[in-house]
């Protein structure tokens, strides 16, 4: 069992890794610091698009439309977070 808490800690992790990341370049993109002309951007904001998607959706479907303020992000990282922190607690489940 110990070994499943720890897939799931590891999946968890790659899922929080993807998020900062799509977060920052977000930021990024939105103050103009990146440009999606170039390839590589194009090529890594579809692909981080494409994996977080799946996610999102279901949420923006939940919250009011706030216009150009996505929260999708926001509730989806806290939600992350918050089961990290359910697993932590009751790892012992596991051993």
């Known amino acids: 069992m110990q070994s499943l808490y720890q897939i799931l800690m590891l999946i968890l992790d790659v899922v929080w890794f993807i998020m900062i ?3 920052i370049m ?3 993109l939105s103050f103009q610091v ?3 002309h170039q390839p590589i951007v194009a090529q890594i904001w579809t692909g981080l698009n494409r994996l977080l998607e799946p996610i999102y959706t279901p949420i923006r479907r939940i919250l009011p439309d706030t216009g150009p303020l996505d929260l999708a ?3 989806a990282f806290i939600g992350l977070i918050a089961l990290r922190i359910i697993l932590q607690n009751n790892a012992a489940l596991f051993f």
């Open 21 to 23: 990341a799509h977060i």
């Open 26 to 28: 977000s930021w990024l």
């Open 34 to 36: 990146l440009n999606m």
């Open 73 to 75: 992000p926001l509730v």
